[in-house]
């Protein structure tokens, strides 16, 4: 008993060690290893549907969404080494900045205020919108900015973790990847983003429909120019 007393008292005494001065124990949350590394000049096909409120599997009808990179390592409204791509659908195109911090956090300029003009109808100037948060692991969450005038409307960001696998050709060979994914919420939308570091893409782009606000999804069918 009295060996059993000292062993006690040596538990009791390091747990103490390790608490005093309100500290606890915790275990760091380990980053998603996603870095954004688009090269210059890599092309990205997606296959494209419009959403309604009915959905269960997208819909027959498809478009396709092309993304081009024109360049990386750039400066755009205070961001340095910002990716820039042309974004092409059957209706035209848009330029598309995204970012990364020095932490790993990706950042999308103007990303919510393209979904307010769209779903809501709210003009909204565009920021940097910090989409993901790499950095605080698989089970961060983050504030993402508002989509009202107000800023009252505020949409949250939350990492997944490890999601689904995904196929897509990389350069002319089909490859299966893990990937991992985020969602974005406020109180009119629901968007999720899935991402693979090999090959190094966003893999698909939802946007939940909320009636009568139709939906759109894409999903990744081609790769070139990673090699």
Avoid: H
């Avoid at 961060?140 to 960001?157: A, C, E």
Wanted: with cysteine; hydrophobic share 35%; glycine share 10%.
């Amino acid at each position: 008993m009295r060996v059993l007393g000292v062993v006690l008292l040596l538990v009791f005494s390091a747990f103490a060690d390790g608490c005093r001065d309100g500290e606890t124990a915790t275990t760091p949350s380990q980053s998603i290893p996603f870095v954004l590394n688009f090269p210059a000049g890599a092309q990205f096909t997606y296959n494209t549907w419009s959403l309604d409120q009915s959905y269960s599997q997208p819909p027959s009808a498809k478009t396709s969404t092309y993304w081009t990179v024109l360049g990386t390592v750039k400066d755009y409204q205070g961001m340095s080494g910002v990716t820039v791509i042309v974004d092409s659908t059957i209706t035209g195109s848009d330029t598309l900045y995204l970012a990364t911090s020095s932490t790993g956090d990706l950042y999308f300029y103007g990303y919510l205020a393209r979904l307010a003009r769209r779903r809501l109808g709210n003009t909204i100037p565009p920021r940097w919108d910090l989409v993901a948060a790499f950095s605080q692991g698989a089970s961060g969450s983050w504030t993402v900015g508002p989509v009202d005038s107000l800023g009252q409307d505020i949409v949250y960001g939350s990492s997944v973790g490890a999601s689904d696998y995904y196929s897509a050709s990389v350069d002319g060979v089909t490859e299966v990847f893990p990937t991992y994914r985020v969602d974005l919420t406020g109180s009119t939308l629901l968007c999720s983003l899935w991402f693979s570091s090999i090959p190094n893409t966003i893999v698909r782009l939802l946007d939940e429909p909320d009636y009568p606000v139709t939906g759109r999804l894409l999903e990744l069918a081609t790769v070139r120019g990673q090699k």
